[in-house]
């Protein structure tokens, strides 16, 4: 199992007014992976990335990077640390290369004109360089917030909603980047409530919802201890009610009474299938077709944040 | 020590001042030159010598530390409030330096560019009136601390800030009345005595005199107490500044 590069204790931010943001989170990232940290709007994403990176004072816990307490010995811990914004907060008059270098300088890098040249062309910069940032575009401003947080070469990097409100072939690109930045060895915290995105790259996923870690788990077996899966079964010929002798697998028929739909749980030792087969067969109903359907993670999700709002 | 932040901070900051050479530079020797023609060539033509020194002259170092002053402050506090506004300010906080090199970084870029400004203006000061300096070293010292003090203080402000009217409010409604009333265009032994002794709680009077001290040789306050009003100034705001990075006021949530 990797070592872990980062870890987040029993982490608490309370704002003056009394709001309670971060409650005792605690997490603990490995090396090498990506996490995606979801949560709905208002959860505490945004809170525990800026807490971790000194934007906002903690008001209880601890966090450390690469064995380095964030209070103690900030220098060697925000070393560490890549910090891309949700917001695009950038120089609108600098040259790319010149904010670039800027970011390197100030977390105290010699200048290396030769790997901020192969940052430049991973995110396909190279040729903007000397542009000034306002003339670029949205998607290009969010890759210069990338090329700046790791133009110090950090360890860590986060991503705070990388891909809010940027077009759907710019989100495929970025997706691209990060699992480039992956495969360099970079481990990866991403916040999103894009739950496809945490679909398609993440290996773990946390949910937040708030200021609480509702749960933290290998994407796969979340997908799969959560996921119920769904068989639809076409009849050859509509029925009025499912009949009585196959009330025991709870059923549901739709309104043309041509469908029945039955749950079943992927990971019970029995799923049934087998017996409703049969047993629609003693019950004279003949199957035209078979479907079956997993839930996906937005569903999960949805399930995991209204049952933390009812508790 | 971070000293690649401090440097790194200082470039961007001087870039900019470069970026906008005309704007940074022409505005203030062309408002100084105004002066000159007005206060020095117009009306203090008919002014006689103030303690053995043409108006003109008088009026230089005067000038000089008012121009000073407002770019020290306009330059310092402009620096750390518009990463604040544009949203910049989550770089420099969540870097590896400390609040003495962010501090210094843009300290010290405001007040190389105040400095510069304040030496164009002595130059062009040659063009209007005769002018001599008795104590060069000190002029250049008095000129030296009050860009770093007053730079330390325009920083405090570009932090307290909290839109574009609080950033021009305190150079508009303080400093500017300050300077006017502490002897830039006179001296203080010229006013009524009551007002001479009110005058001495305007810390500007110090600097002033200091200054026009090392021109000419006389002052309106012993020379000692300029340093030490100087001196106290710069501790004050290293102090704040301090606790204003330790308590995360304004800047860290």
């Known amino acids: ?311 | 020590m971070n000293l690649t932040a401090i440097a790194a901070i200082y470039r961007f900051e001087m870039a900019r001042t470069f970026r906008t050479l005309a704007q940074s530079v022409i505005s203030p020797v062309l408002s100084t030159s105004l002066y000159f023609i007005v206060f020095g060539t117009a009306i203090g033509s008919r002014i006689d010598q103030v303690e053995g020194v043409s108006y003109g002259a008088f009026i230089v170092p005067g000038l000089i530390m008012l121009t000073v002053l407002t770019q020290s402050i306009s330059n310092a506090s402009f620096g750390i409030y518009f990463p604040k506004f544009i949203g910049t300010v989550y770089e420099l906080l969540s870097a590896p330096a400390s609040f003495f090199e962010i501090t210094a970084g843009y300290v010290l870029a405001a007040a190389t560019k105040a400095l510069a400004i304040g030496l164009i203006i002595l130059g062009t000061a040659f063009f209007f009136v005769d002018l001599q300096i008795q104590h060069p070293v000190w002029m250049v010292t008095f000129l030296v601390l009050t860009c770093l003090s007053f730079s330390l203080f325009g920083f405090i402000i570009g932090i307290w800030a909290q839109n574009f009217e609080q950033l021009q409010l305190v150079p508009l409604l303080a400093v500017t009345p300050l300077v006017f009333l502490g002897g830039a265009f006179y001296s203080i032994s010229m006013l009524p005595e009551g007002w001479q002794a009110v005058s001495l709680f305007n810390p500007v009077v110090y600097l002033v005199s200091g200054f026009r001290w090392s021109f000419f040789g006389m002052a309106d306050v012993a020379l000692g107490w300029s340093i030490l009003a100087i001196c106290g100034f710069l501790m004050a705001c290293v102090v704040t500044i301090g606790w204003i990075f330790r308590t995360g006021w304004r800047l860290r949530p």
């Open chain 1, 1 to 311: 199992m990797p070592h872990s590069i980062l870890t987040v204790d029993r982490l608490e931010k309370t704002y003056d007014g009394g709001f309670r943001a971060l409650d005792a989170v605690s997490l603990d990232i490995r090396a090498g992976e990506i996490l995606a940290l979801l949560g709905p709007n208002g959860a505490g994403k945004t809170t525990l990335i800026s807490a971790i990176c000194g934007l906002v004072q903690p008001t209880g816990g601890k966090v450390t990077v690469g064995g380095h307490d964030t209070v103690t010995a900030y220098r060697a811990a925000r070393a560490l640390i890549g910090l891309v914004p949700q917001e695009i907060n950038l120089e609108p008059f600098e040259k790319v290369i010149n904010t670039v270098r800027f970011s390197r300088g100030l977390f105290g890098k010699p200048r290396d004109d030769a790997f901020l040249e192969r940052i430049l062309r991973q995110l396909s910069l190279w040729d903007k360089r000397d542009q000034p940032i306002r003339s670029l575009s949205g998607g290009m401003k969010r890759r210069v917030l990338i090329a700046k947080a790791l133009s110090h070469e950090p360890r860590v990097l986060f991503l705070d909603e990388p891909t809010a409100g940027v077009d759907v072939e710019l989100r495929r690109d970025m997706w691209e980047v990060v699992r480039q930045l992956k495969e360099d060895g970079v481990t990866i915290i991403l916040t999103t409530h894009y739950i496809e995105e945490a679909e398609a790259m993440a290996d773990r996923i946390a949910v937040i919802n708030g200021g609480r870690i509702l749960l933290i788990e290998e994407k796969e077996a979340l997908m799969r201890r959560m996921g119920r899966k769904e068989m639809r079964i076409e009849l050859r010929e509509p029925i009025a009610r499912v009949p009585a002798a196959l009330e025991a697998f709870g059923l549901s028929l739709d309104e043309s009474g041509a469908w029945l739909t039955y749950g079943y749980d992927t990971q019970a030792d029995r799923t049934g299938i087998v017996r409703l087969l049969t047993a629609l067969q003693e019950a004279g109903l003949r199957v035209a077709d078979v479907e079956t359907k997993q839930s996906s993670l937005e569903e999960i999700f949805v399930g995991l944040v209204k049952e933390g709002a009812e508790e």
